[in-house]
């Protein structure tokens, strides 16, 4: 690995970080769904990309213990805390949004 490279990959999880930051704290308020609907992505997908490139690097991960990595907090607390029930509108963008994405 060159300077350049890893100079590269630490720019890169510093951007990382700042977007878990983002997430975690600053914007506890912005949805999974509404994250999905208008992103194609969410906090669960952080995660699981997260146990990915950890598996990839030889590491065993589980799946609550990525989404601690993600959420800042075991994924049940997170949702106590924070997760609203979807409404009748957000499932019905959500359907579009994957219909969309298919498409």
């Known amino acids: 690995m060159t300077d350049t490279d890893f100079e590269t990959t630490q720019i890169e ?3 990382f970080r700042r977007l878990l930051q983002h997430l975690m704290v600053e914007r506890t308020d912005v949805q999974n769904i509404d994250l999905m ?3 194609g992505f969410c906090r669960n997908c952080l ?3 997260y146990r990915e490139a ?3 690097r030889g590491i065993t991960m589980t799946k609550d213990e990525a989404r601690e990595a993600i959420y800042g907090m075991p994924f049940a607390q997170w949702k106590a805390e924070h997760q609203k029930d979807a409404t009748p509108e957000q499932l019905a963008a959500f359907e579009a949004a994957q219909r969309n994405h298919k498409g």
């Open 13 to 15: 999880a510093a951007a």
């Open 37 to 39: 609907i208008n992103a």
């Open 47 to 49: 995660s699981d990309w």
């Open 54 to 56: 950890a598996e990839h």
